[in-house]
């Protein structure tokens, strides 16, 4: 048996590739293949074979990478949305604007944001000359 057949047989019993079978089908192929060609044609079926596998490997160790990398990220997400989550909670507790719950109607954050915007206007005008009066009375 060789080595490519080995690989083969070893892939065709992972079963998260699903294509075991196939896997099984292509190995006794080119055994049969070493029976019945001559030996140029069997080696030069053989690195074909080879060069596919070592394709299918490199395909294999890219999509674990952006499994790991989707992994990542939904944990970055899920992080971002809880941190979004007590933001909003406090500001709607230094507003007392009631921001509401996530619904298809309703985003508490954007309510948090307003509430913020409204609560720094308020102080702004507050803070200004006459205590939140227009000008035109203080001058």
């Keep these: 048996m060789s080595d490519l057949t080995q690989r083969l047989r070893a892939w065709a019993h ?14 006794a192929e ?13 080696a030069a079926y053989e690195e074909g074979m080879a ?13 674990a990478k952006a499994e790991r990398d989707e992994d990542q990220l939904i944990k970055e997400r899920d992080y971002a949305e809880k941190m979004a989550d007590k933001l909003a909670d406090a500001i709607a507790a230094l507003t007392g ?15 948090a944001l307003e509430a913020a915007d409204e609560a720094i206007a308020a102080s702004s005008a507050d803070d200004a000359p006459g205590g939140g009066r227009g000008c035109d009375e203080n001058w």
């Design 30 to 42: 080119i055994e049969r293949l070493r029976d019945i060609i001559s030996p140029g044609d069997a």
């Design 14 to 27: 992972d079963e998260r590739l699903g294509h075991g079978p196939l896997l099984l089908d292509a190995a």
């Design 97 to 111: 604007v009631d921001i509401g719950e996530h619904s298809s109607g309703n985003c508490p954050w954007h309510e």
């Design 51 to 63: 060069a596919l596998l070592a394709r299918c490997e490199a395909a294999e160790a890219r999509l």
